[in-house]
């Protein structure tokens, strides 16, 4: 299978990790719930993981990469005060500032 479409995700956070198995047809991450989410990759996609916190979705049909990566990203979006969670890597998030003390 030719990839064609490519959508990288980066995963932010102490203890957060990705780990493809099955030749990248099953997702595996840990996003500090008390268990592993583990996600099924749809025909023509396919998982790779860098590092443990980069993983990329590769496939022919636009559509699915992106749209599978969307499902990466919902399960633990990005928030707005630490910048701790799954994104995009040229995804910008903007920071809030937290509670000021007098």
């Known amino acids: 299978m ?19 198995e099955a030749e ?19 025909p023509a996609v396919r998982v790779f993981c860098f590092k443990n916190n980069v993983v990329c979705c590769t496939g022919i049909d636009k559509e699915r990469v992106h749209q599978f990566a969307a499902a990466i990203r919902s399960c633990k979006p990005p928030e707005v005060y630490k910048g701790k969670g799954i994104m995009y890597v040229d995804e910008v998030i903007k ?3 937290g509670k000021r003390s007098k």
């Open 95 to 97: 920071k809030k500032e």
């Open 2 to 20: 030719e990839a064609k479409f490519f959508r990288f995700l980066k995963i932010v956070g102490v203890g957060f990790k990705a780990r493809a």
């Open 24 to 42: 990248g047809r099953l997702l595996y991450l840990k996003l500090g719930y008390s268990h592993e989410v583990e996600l099924t990759v749809p």
